[in-house]
């Protein structure tokens, strides 16, 4: 929420003070009214002060104008974060009816200088948005995210792209590639979920499908808690025995001494699932699920140890033959 | 010797903590083990300075009071980039000087009112400062403020417009039941609960300003249990904290899929680090200690009352509370006052904030009449409890209800409840 770094000093290359810039001297500027006694106040340069100034004095006059278009550039520049700013240059643009083309040119210098901010990322969305025009929007977001593969603003930007103006297509094999280098970028998983929920939907066959390339995934890196996830994830509006394939897959890593808590975890929601549908051999059902529980208690999760005796309280007394309801 | 068997961090087995590549190496787990690296050294050092201190680890409140009432005064250029989040600063402040127990004199107390009022825009909710136009998340800012300096006076909250509060709120309402941060601004979970906790607090949540929101907030549940800013995105800290205490606010727990959500929550908790990550397989970060670590105390509340679950405890959230406040004391206070994100990070109000709500949050575990205080190190690191929801000390919360409870809805609303 907070996306600066107060560390870093602004630069100050060859500017130019108002008192020199003729084209100015008939608007007054208007001094930021902190009222008489202000707190957190922020010793500004004499730069940041003097453009502000000037800047709600174009406001205060709704002037709309080539110099107060240039005006918000500066303002942005000295402060990105500031959307009244940003609110304001598209109000120009669009008054003056500006080439929009150039708008875009500009944001993207912006948004790689300033790649975590909300207001930028959002005054590009609404220039899109104008434009009708995504040509260059998927390949921006790629660029983007090749330095930093889980920016939740390039991410958000991307799917908003991809959903208003249906480029479903290529995605998953954009999706695919990026797994292929990290395998757990959560972020490329969740961007699989998207796509496959907005187009074809987890149907039988894309839900075994999507099981076999998590679990390829699984086998690759069993720690791994995105693909577990996903694999998960596949399921959500099925059970997992619907898929019987699933615990048997448990089983073969678990017996290959596989240890992850994932795994184990995965095992639990299995039986727990079994329980819940009734299925035979209820209390030796209910007795591997809770020492599941307990080895990752104990062993393989401690830092969970609360939340993983929860669980099995609350199966116990779920499901147990020695719950006072059942009597 | 000092005893160390106090301490997860110093445990024997600790080292097998280290993240599992499973010999297979990517950029998330080389980043990951870096951290893991530069933690590891915080808990090294610390191991041989309990030698010397036995009262290890130390809350060094004296510095971060100093950072903090400094920071209320005046900050440095450098902080130009948060020229829009001023009352965010005056929040993150306060908030931490109420942990801390440190008093507000009254006269101070009125002067950041004012500003605040300076902040207020005359259509109603607050800016990021003196005439810049109105946004949500400094309107949750102000708001949250001046709850807290009621405990001075309660004259601040004269402050507030209440009546141009609520049309701001309407007017920033979108059809999908959700919230613009500012006209023509982004749109997401944000916005939703600071219009949700602001409406709250001032008592002016009607029918009309909360019907269908839930339904958006629903819709940013993932498969992975916690919420996203937006449908469709990934689950993450910040805005799953949003999500689930927005539905506290509207009395709509019911829409969450509780035990998907306590699992996500309760595997972002670092393994080694002991602190949380916003995300699956991202890195820790001191400032989700409040926006995870709250959410236990949520969930716990939801599953006590609404499902009255007998299996849940009396004594403990479900996260290991000795280990974030190991994380929070050890790695994460900045040598010249003030907390960080992570070790070698540069020190912020923000993160100040946030690592002292979640570090309340684990020594304090209050469930109706029960409590129980885990305090790690020296005694005198004990805060002041949280409402997690509102973040704000318990007091702070009653300030506003026994101000805004008794007053009727502003006349534009009055009849539309």
């Not at chain 1, 030796?284 to 099995?312: F, G, M, P, S």
């Not at chain 2, 510095?63 to 600063?89: A, V």
């Not at chain 2, 949250?144 to 309407?170: H, P, S």
Request: aromatic fraction near 10%; hydrophobic fraction near 35%.
């Amino acid at each position: 929420m907070s996306e600066c770094n107060v560390d870093d000093a602004a630069s100050n290359e060859a500017w130019v003070p108002f008192k020199d810039r003729p084209e100015w001297r008939d608007l007054k500027p208007i001094p930021q009214d902190d009222g008489p006694d202000p707190v957190v106040q922020i010793a500004y340069s004499e730069q940041f002060r003097e453009v502000y100034d000037y800047f709600r004095a174009i406001i205060a006059a709704d002037e709309k104008s080539e110099r107060a278009l240039s005006l918000t550039k500066e303002a942005a520049e000295l402060n990105p974060a500031n959307y009244s700013v940003w609110n304001y240059r598209r109000n120009i643009l669009q008054e003056l009816n500006k080439d929009l083309k150039e708008e875009l040119k500009y944001i993207s210098q912006v948004i790689e200088d300033n790649p975590k901010n909300y207001q930028v990322w959002h005054h590009r969305r609404v220039i899109v948005e104008w434009l009708e025009d995504v040509t260059d929007e998927l390949k921006f977001t790629e660029k983007i995210l090749k330095e930093d593969a889980k920016n939740y603003h390039a991410w958000q930007h991307r799917q908003w792209c991809i959903q208003q103006f249906s480029l479903w297509d290529q995605e998953l094999d954009y999706v695919d590639r990026l797994l292929k280098e990290d395998l757990r970028n959560n972020s490329a998983w969740n961007q699989r979920h998207f796509i496959i929920k907005n187009t074809t939907g987890y149907t039988d066959e894309i839900i075994k499908k999507e099981l076999k390339y998590s679990q390829d995934f699984i086998r690759k890196a069993p720690n791994n808690e995105s693909a577990w996830n996903y694999m998960k994830g596949v399921l959500q509006e099925r059970k997992l025995f619907d898929f019987p394939g699933v615990l048997e897959f448990c089983h073969e890593l678990y017996s290959k001494q596989i240890r992850s808590p994932f795994l184990i975890a995965c095992m639990i929601d299995c039986y727990e699932e079994m329980l819940e549908l009734g299925k035979p051999k209820k209390e030796e059902t209910l007795q591997k699920a809770t020492q599941l529980c307990n080895e990752l208690a104990e062993e393989h999760d401690t830092l969970r140890r609360e939340y993983w005796q929860y669980i099995a309280r609350s199966l116990a007394s779920k499901y147990g033959a020695d719950v006072s309801g059942d009597s | 010797m000092a005893d160390t068997s106090r301490f997860r961090c110093l445990s024997p087995l600790f080292q097998s903590l280290l993240f599992k590549d499973d010999d297979c190496p990517t950029n998330t787990s080389i980043e990951q083990k870096a951290v893991e690296e530069s933690v590891l050294k915080c808990y090294r050092t610390f191991r041989s300075s309990l030698d010397i201190y036995p009262d290890m680890p130390f809350l060094d409140r004296e510095m971060h009071t100093d950072f903090l009432t400094k920071g209320l005064q005046t900050l440095s250029s450098s902080y130009e980039c948060l020229d829009s989040s001023r009352p965010w600063l005056c929040y993150w402040i306060l908030h931490s000087l109420e942990l801390l127990e440190v008093i507000i004199p009254e006269e101070r107390a009125l002067a950041i009112a004012n500003f605040l009022g300076k902040c207020q825009d005359p259509e109603g909710g607050f800016g990021g400062g003196p005439m810049q136009f109105p946004h949500l998340a400094p309107t949750y800012a102000a708001v949250n403020a001046l709850c807290i300096l009621a405990n001075v006076t309660n004259k601040v909250f004269d402050v507030i417009n209440r009546e141009k509060l609520y049309n701001y709120l309407m007017r920033m309402k979108t059809k999908e039941g959700a919230f613009k941060m500012h006209d023509g601004g982004e749109v997401d979970i944000r916005g939703v609960y600071c219009a949700v906790s602001v409406a709250r607090l001032t008592n002016i949540l009607t029918k009309e300003l909360s019907d269908g929101v839930a339904d958006f907030i629903t819709r940013c549940q993932t498969y992975e249990g916690g919420f996203s800013g937006y449908p469709g995105l990934e689950a993450h800290g910040g805005y799953t904290f949003c999500g689930i205490a927005a539905l506290v606010l509207l009395n709509h727990t019911e829409r969450c899929d509780l035990r998907s959500l306590l699992r996500w929550t309760a595997n972002r908790q670092t393994q080694l680090e002991g602190g949380f990550q916003g995300r699956t397989n991202k890195l820790v970060d001191g400032c989700y200690s409040f926006w995870q670590g709250a959410t236990f105390p949520i969930v716990h509340m939801i599953m006590c009352t609404d499902d009255d679950d007998q299996n849940l405890s009396a004594e403990r959230w479900m996260f290991h509370q000795e280990a974030l406040q190991e994380y929070i004391l050890i790695c994460c206070q900045h040598s010249h006052g003030g907390l960080i994100d992570k070790p070698g990070k540069a020190r912020d109000h923000y993160h100040t904030c946030y690592c002292l709500s979640g570090l309340s949050v684990a020594q304090h575990f209050i469930g109706g009449s029960l409590s129980n205080e885990i305090i790690i190190g020296n005694p005198q690191n004990r805060l002041r409890p949280v409402q997690p929801v509102y973040n704000l000390s318990l007091d702070s919360v009653m300030m506003a209800q026994k101000y805004f409870g008794s007053l009727k809805l502003p006349s534009g609303a009055a009849n539309k409840c």
